[in-house]
């Protein structure tokens, strides 16, 4: 099973876009843990994932998380406004999937 976690501002605004991942995914036959949660709660759930996506409004955090992340042997990266924006499941499935390791 394939775990990924999405990261904003409180956790909420992700929602839809997680639906629309869990939607694609499935589409695909794919086994995948697909999630929301607070930024402020990165360093707790990091451990349970395989990669973390962050949403636009909480990117500029994205170096300090990098470290953290690595400290795990996790990949972490944004979504880009307009994937996020247009919510873009299937795109951000992509991105999250090319974090992993082969």
Do not use: N, W
Request: aromatic share 6%; glycine share 6%.
């Amino acid at each position: 099973m394939k775990k990924i976690l999405l990261c904003c501002s409180a956790g909420m605004s992700t929602s839809m876009l997680v639906q629309k991942m869990v939607k694609a995914a499935e589409e695909r036959g794919m086994d995948c843990k697909i999630e929301a949660h607070p930024v402020s709660a990165f360093e707790e759930y990091i451990q349970e994932y395989d990669v973390c996506l962050l949403g636009p409004q909480v990117r500029f955090q994205l170096e300090e998380l990098r470290k953290t992340a690595s400290q795990y042997g996790k990949q972490i990266d944004a979504i880009s406004p307009m994937a996020y924006g247009m919510m873009k499941g299937e795109e951000v499935l992509d991105q999250a999937l090319s974090l992993m390791p082969k």
